[in-house]
Nanobody, 120 residues
């Protein structure tokens, strides 16, 4: 089994910063794409940022220039550095990963989410 555990959420004032982490553990052979999603109250879950195993990144337009996604392939950990936070960034942030398990089966896994609240 594979588990993804997010941490680093919290309450911050507008203009502030937070760093989210997502640690993957379990019977992992390799991890390809890793992503951050977020879901605000009453809204659909949206893709925020993604990163390949090789380090290529992509971002939603709403966070470009403010958020930076990175990963540690040795520790199987995904990060999201969030700067210049805005109230509209308030959401539950989820990590998602395409994991090849020791059984060589590839499937997607989700973390439980971490709340980010930005006050104005």
């Amino acid at each position: 089994q594979v588990q993804l555990v997010e941490s680093g959420g919290g309450l911050v004032q507008a203009g502030g910063s937070l760093r989210l982490s997502c640690a993957a553990s379990g019977r992992i052979f390799s991890i390809n794409f890793m992503r951050w999603y977020r879901q605000a109250p009453g809204k659909q879950r949206e893709l925020v940022a993604g990163i390949t195993s090789g380090g290529s990144t992509s971002y939603a337009d709403s966070v470009k220039g403010r958020f930076t996604v990175s990963r540690d392939n040795v520790e199987n950990t995904l990060y999201l550095q969030m700067n210049s936070l805005k109230p509209e960034d308030t959401a539950v942030y989820y990590c998602n990963a395409d994991v090849k398990t020791m059984s060589l089966v590839v499937r997607g896994y989700w973390g439980q989410g971490t709340q980010v609240t930005v006050s104005s």
